[in-house]
Each structure stands twice: as structure tokens, then as C-alpha cells.
């Protein structure tokens, strides 16, 4: 029974919509239930809006995992947009040169169980994240 | 997909959606702080209880929605949280500082009849 790799173009507002949709969908078919699904939703949110906010356009790609006998949920957001200078300052709480709380990124860490960050100034930003099942 | 905006009696009723946007939230904002003044209303309460995901973007327009209503001298109610949306609001570090909240529309509509009438009515 493999689940497939699902991809979300998000060129707007309302692709964070569906992002979290595909992800809530995804993650019921790996064994997510109840307040983990609306978690990893809310996740998915974050990081699209963080796309949406500062790239303009980017992607979001959701897949199984696996590590041992633990199951999970593996999202990719990749966007080619300006990059972050200062990493340790966006997952920082409260910081945003956006229109937002500044929780966004430091927010889905939090929510997410592992939780990385590359970018370069000038070419985009990637942020993996997993999230396991008990 | 705008929201629906309700008058009843002195209280305007928004029920947000499930696949609500970020514009469409926006517009909420704008047309409760609208409809506040043609309608004279001396509360709001927002139903949140379709809502799949309150993000720090969804919190933040409540919280704005709130505060625009204060200054236009009414009161706002949050109702319909659900226990996974909660769950997921604090995990996140969401507060919805100091807005009234309730568990569905019957209370949150209580709530707000009491408070009207603890400061008596206006405009007559």
C-alpha cells in the first residue's frame, strides 16, 4: 500500500488552503488521527504562507516516511525566492520583516518533530520537516 | 467564498468556513467594521467552529477584528474553537490575548447579552 508523493504549486493565498487539505489526506492514510492531523495542518499553513509572504511562489511536497517501524509524514517547501539572511533570526519568536505574528516558522518547528531550514540569499529557501506517529 | 455576516438584534453573527483565505478574512474584517456602523451593533461574534486551521495569519485577523471593533464601541466574541484547533493554538504559541471566547454560538451569545445590558442601550 504505498501512498503517493503529492505536490501543491502555491502561487496564492488560497493554495495554503489546499496545501493543508492534501496534508490533512496524506497524513489520515499514514496513520494521523485527531489533534495530530489539525497539527501538521497547521504546520503546512506556516510554511505556505511563509512562501506565499516573502517568494511569491513555490511548492510544497508531502510524502510517507518511514524510519524503522515509525511512520510519518515528510513535507518539503521549496521556493526560488530571495532567501533568508539570517536563519537564526526568522526562527526567532516575534521577528518578521513581514505582515505576520512572526511565529510562523519558530510556530511549525514547534508543532512539527524535526524541523530543518536551508536557504541562500539570491536563490530560495528549503524547509524539510517530519512529524511521526506515536 | 466572502462570509456571511448575520444581524441579530444588536449582535452581527460571522460564520468563518472551512477553506477560508487570507483575502477572505481580510474582507471579514473590513465588512464587520462596516456593517457595525449601518446596523449601530453593539456586538460581534465570530464562528470559528468550521474552521479547520487558526494559524498565526487567522489569529492575527481575529485579533485585529477585535480591536477594530472595540474602537468602533463594540464588543467581540470568539466561538466555536475546536479541542484539536486549541490544541494545535498553543502548541503553535497562539493567544487570542484578551478577546472574550465561548464554547459555541448559544453562550457566546449569553455572554454578549449580559455585557449589553450591564452598560445599557444605545442611541435611545
Redesign the interface.
Known sequence: MAIEETRVAID???D??AA??KA?ELAMQVGFS??D???I??AI??VA?NI?VYASRGEIVLSAAQRGTRRGVLVVARDQGPGIPDIPRAMR?GFSTGK??G??L???K??MDEFEIASEVGKGTMITMRKWTR | MPVPILKQGDVLIASIQSGLSDHDLMELRDNIAEKLGSFKSLGVIVDVSMLDVMDSFATRMLCTIAETTRLRGAETVIVGIQPEVAIAMVQLGLALGGIPTALDLEEGLQFLKASIRGRGQRGN
Request: aromatic share 4%.
Open positions: 496564492h493565498d488560497y495554503i488552503v493543508r487539505r490533512r485527531g489533534s492531523l489539525t497539527i495542518a497547521t499553513s506556516e504562507r506565499v519568536d505576520s505574528l511565529l510562523g519558530p510556530g511549525a514547534r508543532l
